[in-house]
């Protein structure tokens, strides 16, 4: 199928690499093909195959299988419009990196853990009745309220700064085709190839090389000494010195 496709389907497999709960045979081998081929997969991880039989226990047999593309480039959703047995899984392939966004936690490196318990000591009752089941259930309700209080009180919000991949096409192309000379050459060890290896190397260099001096010159023209850009400009120069 080439050096870079996405092929998707039923493979009536499973294996925990894939996001299955379990192991079969048919499973160790299709993952032996994918680490010989350096393939990857991309699954939702959840189950997509519902057997009308209720001895039969749900479990992941749909997802797909790509190379040459980055997996993070790629996201996986299952959609359940159908009445089918199965769930159909939809592969969205995007140009940029998809941004991951991180599981919610009360507490971070930020946290100041004796304001943490400051506020805990402040606010907390333990002169309370607990006679019924209401009693304790309120109770249990109020304490997991003053702890989460007391996490966001004593935790500060960093800025987030937001990284974009903006890496223009001709460059990732270039990348690409250097990478597939490499793993040619590796297989064939031929002269040819390894010319067309170096040739294609210093051609990436050189224009990384100009992406480099061209995003400098951008960044240095945006410097301004206002606070419309936060003065930057006094910010970069303290950077230097």
């Known amino acids: 199928m080439g050096h870079r496709f996405l092929a998707g389907g039923d493979y009536n497999e499973k294996h925990t ?3 299955s709960r379990l192991v079969t045979p048919r499973g160790r081998e299709l993952l032996k093909a994918m680490q010989k081929e350096n393939l990857m997969y ?3 991880g959840e189950s997509t195959y519902w057997p009308s039989d209720k001895i039969k226990v749900p479990d992941l047999l749909d997802f797909g299988i790509t190379k040459g593309i ?4 790629i996201q996986a959703v299952a959609g359940f419009d159908l009445s089918s047995d199965h769930s159909p899984v939809l592969l969205t392939m995007h140009t ?7 599981p919610p936690t009360l507490s971070s490196k930020t946290t100041d853990w004796v304001t943490f318990q400051n506020y805990i000591n402040e606010n907390l009752t333990l002169k309370v009745p607990l006679k019924t089941d209401r009693d304790i259930e309120d109770y249990v309700h109020h304490l997991v309220q003053i ?10 919000n960093p800025h987030k700064h937001s990284k974009q991949n903006n890496c223009a096409a001709a460059l990732k192309q270039k990348i690409l085709d250097k990478r597939w000379l490499r793993r040619r050459w590796q297989h064939t060890r031929s002269p040819q190839d390894k010319a067309n290896l170096n040739k294609a190397t210093n051609e990436l260099k050189i224009l990384l090389n100009n992406y480099k001096q061209q995003a400098i010159q951008t960044y240095l023209e945006s410097l301004t000494p206002t606070e ?7 910010k970069a120069t303290k950077r230097l010195q």
């Open 17 to 19: 690499h894939c996001g």
């Open 42 to 44: 991309v699954s939702t």
């Open 70 to 73: 980055p997996a993070h480039n």
């Open 96 to 102: 940029r990196i998809t941004p991951q966004n991180r």
């Open 147 to 156: 702890i989460q209080q007391a996490a966001w009180f004593s935790t500060t």
């Open 228 to 234: 419309a850009t936060d003065y930057s400009l006094w």
